[in-house]
């Protein structure tokens, strides 16, 4: 990403911050730029997005941007590469993660077969107290190492540590993604087919089996990603999660499937609650009951639009 890419993903942005904007103004400006506005901008740290400097920020920046495009000479940092720091403590953290997850199977290998190795010392005749001893003290070392790993896992697995995004992933979740952003344009070309009075009701039907099927296709592979990243980070992806159709007839069929679908996730979400609570992960733990209470939530709201009550 080069400076030009940053100010247009500040400025399309709706979580974009002061701080950040001013950081991109001073590396881009010309010094007639900063002579007029650093001083301005250094006078508030945090304003409210209405606040006046807020506002003269955006402006600029959104007057900067249209410059370099029509005369990027004015602009010469303008194609200056940026790091992504996001990006890179993302894949830092993830290089982290595998590798303490490596030590902790590596350690529960030695414990099983440290555990085979006192069975057998155990049948034998022989006075082996003192080997048993030994390898009685290996094995709570090996333990403590696990218990540490596994803090030191949980305490990376906080949200927070790292921003995942499509850079981040891994191939089959990459592919995961990509699968839905194909899936998009697919979905609004057949909803517009459907929208067409024109046919018949057996074609309507057909459209309507396609794009629920297609929905049902999105949002299994949303629940891939979401299982994935639990306890790794907050997504930050630039396609947007789906939507219950307009459409009556497509709304009914995707209603319907939504029940089915929320019910089994609310079942999978416990299961994985209940099991992170067992092994400790604390973070894992967190995120399963807040997708509980998500899932719970949607499903109450599609239970009441199916049985005709009025939804807020």
């Known amino acids: 990403m080069n400076r030009t890419q940053q100010i247009k993903q500040w400025l399309g942005n709706r979580q974009r911050t002061y701080a950040d904007g001013v950081a991109i103004f001073k590396a881009v400006a010309r010094p007639v730029q900063l002579e007029k506005y650093e ?28 410059d370099i495009l029509r005369q990027p000479s004015l602009y010469p940092k303008a194609s200056e590469e940026v790091v992504d720091v996001k990006m890179l403590q993302s894949e830092e953290q993830d290089k982290l993660l595998k590798e303490k997850d490596s030590l902790i199977s590596m350690c529960e290998k030695h414990i099983e077969d440290l555990n085979e190795r006192l069975n057998e010392l155990s049948d034998s005749d022989d006075d082996n107290s003192t080997l048993i001893s030994s390898i009685r003290s290996e094995i709570e070392e090996h333990e403590q190492k696990i218990k540490q790993l596994q803090a030191e896992v949980a305490e990376l697995s906080k949200p927070g540590v790292k921003v995942i995004t499509e850079t981040s992933m891994p191939a089959a979740i990459k592919t995961a993604y990509a699968r839905i952003k194909e899936i998009v344009p697919l979905y609004a070309s057949l909803h517009a087919e459907l929208s067409n009075e024109s046919i018949s ?34 997504l930050e992806l630039d396609t947007p999660r789906p939507e219950y159709s307009d459409n009556p007839v497509v709304r009914g069929y995707e209603l319907a499937r939504a029940v089915k679908r929320l019910k089994q996730n609310i079942a999978n979400s416990t299961t994985s609650a209940q099991k992170a609570k067992e092994d400790g992960r604390e973070t894992v733990y967190e995120n399963a009951l807040k997708r509980i209470a998500r899932y719970e939530s949607e499903l109450a709201e599609v239970e009441k639009e199916l049985s005709g009550e009025p939804t807020e």
């Open 39 to 66: 001083k301005y901008f250094d006078e508030v740290s945090s304003p409210e997005i209405f606040d006046h400097h807020f506002t003269m920020l955006v402006n600029l920046l959104t007057r900067i941007h249209g």
């Open 201 to 234: 009701d057996e074609e309507r039907k057909k459209y309507a089996d396609e794009l629920c099927k297609l929905d049902d296709e999105r949002r299994k592979l949303w629940k891939k990603i979401d299982d994935w990243s639990e306890g790794k980070g907050t």
